[in-house]
């Protein structure tokens, strides 16, 4: 049975930073899509980045381009969202979701952890 278990959300001030992490298991995920997604207060859930576990290739929404940064450590069957300057927008519950399809759309992601929030102050 596929588990994904994120951790890492929190409280910082704008400007900061924050690493997300979300650690997977049931199944052997070479072939799979990681993704972050995340869900605002009173918003749809919308794709954050995803990284491609066979070779690390990497695809970001144009709204954290260039501050998040989304890795993964095999050895730990382990995916990371590294937030810097962070902003109020970037309010949200963060979500783990695993897929076999890179694409930006939650409906191609049968797998999803429960959820950590990362609560920015201004």
């Known amino acids: 049975q596929v588990q994904l278990v994120e951790s890492g959300g929190g409280l910082v001030q704008a400007g900061g930073s924050l690493r997300l992490s979300c650690a997977a298991s049931?199944?052997?995920?070479?072939?799979?899509?990681m993704s972050w997604f995340r869900q605002g207060p009173g918003k749809e859930r919308d794709f954050v980045a995803h990284?491609?576990?066979?070779?690390?290739?990497?695809y970001y929404a144009d709204s954290v381009k260039g501050r998040f940064t989304i890795s993964r450590d095999n050895a730990k069957n382990t995916v990371y969202l590294q937030m810097n300057s962070l902003k109020p927008e970037d309010t949200a519950v963060y979500y783990c979701?695993?897929?076999?399809?890179?694409?930006?759309?939650?409906?191609?992601?049968?797998?999803w952890g429960q959820g950590t929030r990362v609560t920015v102050s201004s």
């Open positions: 979701a695993a897929g076999v399809v890179a694409t930006t759309h939650t409906e191609q992601y049968p797998y």
């Open positions: 990284i491609r576990w066979s070779d690390g290739s990497t």
């Open positions: 049931g199944r052997t995920f070479s072939r799979y899509i």
